[in-house]
């Protein structure tokens, strides 16, 4: 059998790590032609040693040369920025495993999706903010899309070859992050070491504090209506503290599919990639029921956790709201990891730019990125974001 011709982007990351320990486990059925980092250039440079790859992508020229120095005398190509994403997000590939996180991760989904591949999807930013774009791609040219989050790809295998208009809800399961039995007070003087706690999942910063914020089920909200093209009013969150079943769908004959795993993300990795075939799990991630005991489920709380209320409004009014949901809650966890903001500034700043914004039906990346790229230095240049970020610093 063919080896199958795979690339990562954000592989230096907790995803991408994880996706080249899979790769590593089937080298008979995968080989790695593509790699791309932001800044990491030494493990990036322990990655080409091991999989020798045939082209790299990093952030910029300056890493570009950190890399050729490290390796010395490299014979592999070196690209940089969004036009070396975009290259070997469509060379000699089959699958691209995007990884990346926030909304760089557009432009080489787009650039992938182009040219007919697969897309290993763990960047739902990308289908937040262009879900509409993508989903014409995916009907002008031969592309796919396959979720790679353990949520989405839990739905995935729930849903199968059923109808949507057969499906009652879809059932998004979060953790509930570090605060999940914290008070309001408590949780809006949060610090960013505790945030950075997750009680169940080891992943990048960025994403560990939307898990606290439960931004990241708001994401997924809306990543999951694009999906599986369903209503917002079809999708539940439940609060999972065991992370054991990772998410479920009820059907209109009253049955309920859930998928349970393991909390590991080379389970939803090796499915994505081998999709729609099974192969036998290389690692000693197989769930004992027994042990976990039990399985419990609570309604989110949107006193605690605005921030989720703030994507359920977003998800229904749709049009270009979503773009700044995602530009402002970049932006504000940001300014949060580098401790110029509060914890409880992040939803503030969010719920400030989609007052301030006017909508639109963007129809091109480019408008696109018109929307974000303003969201963006409205909160960091205007008085939207110093009224929050210069008391924060002077606390």
């Known amino acids: 059998m063919k080896r199958k011709k795979v690339t990562v982007l954000g592989s230096t990351g907790s995803i991408g790590r994880q996706t080249l320990d899979v ?7 995968f080989e790695v032609v593509g790699l791309a980092a932001g800044k990491n250039a030494p493990l990036l440079a322990e990655q080409i040693k091991e999989h020798n790859p045939r082209f790299v992508s990093v ?3 300056f ?10 005398n490299p014979v592999i190509e070196i690209f940089w920025g969004d036009i070396g994403l975009e290259f070997i997000s469509s060379c000699s590939c089959d699958i691209v495993v995007n990884s990346l996180v926030g909304s760089m991760g557009l432009k080489p989904t787009i650039s992938a999706l182009s040219h007919g591949k ?3 999807f763990a960047n739902k930013e990308t289908l937040v903010i262009a879900g509409s774009l993508i989903k014409d791609l995916l009907v002008k040219n031969r592309g796919e899309v396959i979720p790679l989050d353990s949520e989405h790809v839990a739905i995935h295998q729930c849903i199968n070859d059923s109808p949507k208009e057969k499906i009652k809800r879809i059932i998004l399961t979060a953790s509930g992050g570090p605060f999940r039995s914290w008070s309001k007070s408590r949780i809006q003087a949060a610090t960013k070491e505790q945030a950075l706690k997750h009680p169940t999942w080891v992943m990048g910063q960025k994403i560990t504090v939307d898990s606290a914020t439960l931004m990241n089920k708001g994401l997924e909200i ?6 599986f093209d369903v209503s917002v009013n079809k999708i539940d969150v439940f609060i999972h503290p065991q992370s054991i079943m990772h998410s479920a769908v009820e059907f209109v004959d009253g049955n309920i599919i859930a998928q349970l795993g393991a909390t590991d993300m080379k389970l939803p990795i090796q499915y994505s990639l081998f999709y729609p075939e099974r192969k036998e799990l ?4 197989f769930c004992d029921l027994l042990s976990v005991g039990k399985l419990e489920f609570e309604k989110p709380d949107f006193e605690r956790f605005p921030c989720l209320k703030l994507a359920y409004d977003v998800a229904e009014k749709g049009e270009s709201y979503p773009i700044v949901l995602n530009a402002a809650n970049e932006v504000a966890v940001d300014l949060f990891l580098k401790e110029k903001i509060l914890f409880i500034d992040i939803a503030k700043i969010i719920s400030k730019a989609l007052e301030e914004h006017t909508p639109t039906k963007p129809k091109s990346l480019e408008e696109i990125l018109d929307i974000d790229n303003a969201v963006r230095r409205n909160i960091v ?12 610093v002077r606390n």
């Open 23 to 29: 790769l590593s486990a089937f080298k008979d059925d």
């Open 59 to 61: 952030k910029d020229a």
């Open 63 to 72: 890493l570009a040369q950190e890399l050729k120095s490290i390796l010395k």
């Open 118 to 120: 697969r897309v290993a």
């Open 222 to 227: 809306i990543e999951a209506m694009t999906l």
């Open 282 to 285: 290389p690692f000693n991630l």
């Open 381 to 392: 240049e205007s008085p939207v974001g110093a009224q929050f970020i210069a008391p924060s």
